[in-house]
């Protein structure tokens, strides 16, 4: 079955970097879009990225960001590691959530960021 497993979270400071990795199993992972969202407490689940299939070795896999996150956050993938990354830069406290990686209807547990000072 479908396993999507984050990792990465963690407590930083405002303006702090930070790598988001989602381990992918149970599916032909270079054949599906990979999205991250994101839920703060009490709000809703936010589109934050999507990388799509295409791409190869000379050519950068299509990416789109939700304008929160745009000039801030990359999302990348490695098709030999079953791995989506969220690289975060210049992190500010309204990006504290609960980052979740996702294919399909298929979702991991997240991994919680919190940016504090």
């Known amino acids: 079955q479908v396993q999507l497993v984050e990792s990465g979270g963690g407590l930083v400071p405002p303006g702090g970097s930070l790598r988001l990795s989602c381990l992918a199993s149970?599916?032909?992972?270079?054949?599906?879009?990979m999205k991250w969202y994101r839920q703060s407490p009490g709000k809703g689940l936010e589109w934050v990225s999507t990388?799509?299939?295409?791409?190869?070795?000379?050519?950068?896999?299509?990416?789109t960001y939700a304008d929160s996150v745009k000039g801030r956050f990359i999302t990348s993938r490695d098709n030999l590691k079953n791995t989506v990354y969220l690289q975060m830069n210049n992190l500010k406290p309204e990006d504290t959530a609960r980052y979740y990686c996702?294919?399909?209807?298929?979702r991991g547990q997240g991994t919680q960021v919190t940016v504090s000072s």
């Open positions: 990388i799509s299939t295409d791409g190869d070795a000379y050519k950068d896999h299509s990416t």
């Open positions: 149970g599916f032909a992972f270079s054949r599906y879009a």
């Open positions: 996702s294919m399909g209807q298929s």
